[in-house]
C-alpha cells in the first residue's frame, strides 16, 4: 500500500512540473508575440512624419512612434530580390495614382493602424489616416465626429469632403479601407488602368440589397475615381442631397453615389473571380460564410480557389500578425523554378 501511495505521490508531482513548464512556455510564447508586435508597432513607413516642433506641439499628447529597431522593412521590396523586375509596376504606379485613406480611431493606432502604415499602405501614392481626432505624432486626420458604428457614414462623408477639399489633385483614384484590410496595391492599380478617372464609377465587392444598382462593402474596401469624388461631395454632401450620418455607411454611400450618377463597375476578373473581399482568405476559400453575406453578395457567394483572381486586391478582417504574413507571402515567397503568367 505504501508503494502504491509512494508511485501515486510521484506522479503528481510530476504532473505538477511538467504543467508548470507548459505554462512558463505558453507564457513566454505569449509574451514574446507582444514584443515583436510592439516592436513593430514601433517602426516607421515611408510616411514622411512631423518635425520634433510640431511633435511638441500636439495638444492630444499622444506618445511618438520611433525609437526601436525595425523587424519590418519599410524600404523598397526590390532590396529583397536582387535582378527582379518590377517596371511595370513602378510605371503603374506613376500612371495610376492611389490615395489611400485609412479609416481608424484613437485607441487603434498603436494596436492595428501602425501595422498598415508598416505594410501596404507605404505603396499607396498618397496615405491619409483618418480619426475623430488630429494625432500631428502619427500623424491622423481629425474629422470631429464621434467614434462608433453608428457614426460610421459621418465619419466617411467628412473624410472624403476633406479629401476633396484638400487633396483632389494629390491622386486620379480614391481607396477607401478600414484599419483591418489589406491592400495589394498592384493588383488594385491593374484593375484601375483601362478606366479613366474622370468617368464617374466606383469599385469594389458588389452586394445588391438597399440601393438599386447595389452598393460596396467598406471593409473589403472601395475605390473612387476623381469625377466620382467630386460628384459625391459637390453633388451629394455638401448640399445633403445623401444621408450624412448613421449606421451602415457602405450601403448609405451606395445610395449617394447612385443619386449623383455615379455607377458601380463589375470588379471580378474576366474568369468572374472576386478581386475584393469581405473575409480573410480562407473564409472565401472554404466558403463557410454568414447568412447575409450569402443573402447579399451580387455573385453567388461563390468559394474556392477558383473563386478567388490570381490578382486580388483585398482581404478584410486581418489581424496584426497576418498583416505581416500576407506581407511576406505576397511579396518575399516564390517557387523556385517557376515564372508566373502576366494574363488573367
Given at each position: ?6 508511485n ?36 516607421q ?11 511638441a ?26 535582378g ?18 485609412i ?24 496615405v ?7 494625432n ?82 467598406g ?30 455607411e ?15 463597375v ?22 463557410k ?29 486581418i ?7 500576407l506581407?511576406?507571402?505576397?511579396y ?13
Amino acid at each position: 500500500m505504501n508503494g502504491c501511495s509512494t508511485n501515486v505521490w510521484w506522479c503528481v508531482v510530476l504532473t505538477m512540473v511538467y504543467g508548470s513548464v507548459l505554462l512558463l512556455l505558453n507564457l513566454k510564447y505569449s509574451n514574446d508575440s507582444k514584443i515583436v508586435l510592439s516592436r513593430l508597432s514601433a517602426g516607421q513607413s515611408s510616411c514622411v512624419c512631423p518635425t520634433a516642433s510640431s511633435t511638441a506641439n500636439d495638444k492630444h499628447g499622444e506618445k511618438q512612434h520611433k525609437g526601436e529597431p525595425l523587424l519590418w522593412q519599410a524600404e523598397s521590396d526590390a532590396s529583397f530580390h536582387k535582378g527582379g523586375d518590377d517596371t511595370v509596376a513602378r510605371r503603374l504606379e506613376q500612371k495610376v495614382r492611389v490615395l489611400c485613406y485609412i479609416m481608424t480611431n484613437p485607441e487603434s493606432l498603436d494596436t492595428k493602424t501602425i501595422h498598415v502604415k508598416n505594410t501596404w499602405a507605404k505603396r499607396c501614392n498618397k496615405v491619409l489616416f483618418i480619426s475623430s481626432v488630429t494625432n500631428n505624432t502619427f500623424p491622423t486626420v481629425g474629422v470631429n465626429i464621434s467614434e462608433g458604428r453608428h457614426h460610421l457614414t459621418g465619419k466617411t462623408m467628412k473624410a472624403f469632403e476633406y479629401i476633396y477639399e484638400h487633396h483632389i489633385d494629390d491622386a486620379d483614384w480614391f481607396l477607401k479601407a478600414d484599419d483591418d484590410t489589406y491592400v495589394i496595391l498592384e493588383n488594385l492599380r491593374h484593375l484601375l488602368e483601362p478606366y479613366s478617372p474622370n468617368e464617374p464609377v466606383y469599385f469594389g465587392h458588389h452586394f445588391t440589397p438597399y440601393v438599386k444598382q447595389g452598393y460596396h462593402s467598406g471593409g473589403a474596401g472601395y475605390v473612387l475615381s476623381k469625377e466620382a469624388l467630386r460628384r459625391l461631395v459637390v453633388n451629394g454632401i455638401l448640399p445633403r442631397n445623401c444621408t450624412i450620418d448613421g449606421y451602415g455607411e457602405d450601403r448609405h454611400m451606395g445610395g449617394c453615389m447612385q443619386n449623383v450618377g455615379v455607377r458601380i463597375v463589375n470588379s471580378t476578373d474576366s474568369l468572374g473571380r472576386s478581386r475584393f473581399h469581405c473575409f480573410q482568405p480562407w473564409g472565401h476559400l472554404f466558403g463557410k460564410y454568414p447568412e447575409w453575406y450569402i443573402r447579399y453578395d451580387a455573385n453567388g457567394a461563390k468559394s474556392g480557389q477558383n473563386s478567388i483572381s490570381d490578382y486580388a486586391v483585398s482581404f478584410h478582417y486581418i489581424s496584426p500578425q497576418l498583416m505581416y504574413g500576407l506581407e511576406y507571402v505576397v511579396y518575399h515567397l516564390r517557387p523556385y523554378g517557376i515564372k508566373m503568367a502576366d494574363n488573367e
